[in-house]
């Protein structure tokens, strides 16, 4: 069974950095995308970014290009999202998700970690 753990949540003032964890275990992740995706109160799930297991291909969102970066560890079984120079419209609660290279929805969810940046 896929399990997904996010960690690295807080609250941090505008223009500071956070690093977000999502742990993997329960099977071999190589045909797997991996995604980190957010909610802020009263909106829509929206993506972030995401790394594809198999070369490290990665994807952003225009929101965060230049400021977020995805990454793997392939020995840890892990991905991380290094968020930089954060804003207030970054608070949200975020979600590590996984899904097959080939389909286009994901399946695997984690708990969600909260992000709270004040100015």
């Known amino acids: 069974q896929v399990q997904l753990v996010e960690s690295g949540g807080g609250s941090v003032q505008a223009g500071g950095s956070l690093r977000l964890s999502c742990g993997l275990s329960g099977r071999t992740f190589s045909t797997y995308v991996m995604g980190w995706f957010r909610q802020a109160p009263g909106k829509e799930r929206e993506y972030v970014a995401a790394i594809r297991w198999i070369d490290g291909n990665t994807d952003y969102a225009d929101s965060v290009k230049g400021r977020f970066t995805i990454s793997k560890d392939n020995a840890k079984n892990t991905v991380y999202l290094q968020m930089n120079s954060l804003k207030p419209e970054d608070t949200a609660v975020y979600y590590c998700?996984?899904?097959?290279?080939?389909?286009?929805?994901?399946?695997?969810w984690g708990q969600g970690t909260q992000v709270t940046v004040s100015l």
């Open positions: 998700a996984a899904r097959l290279l080939i389909t286009n929805e994901y399946h695997h």
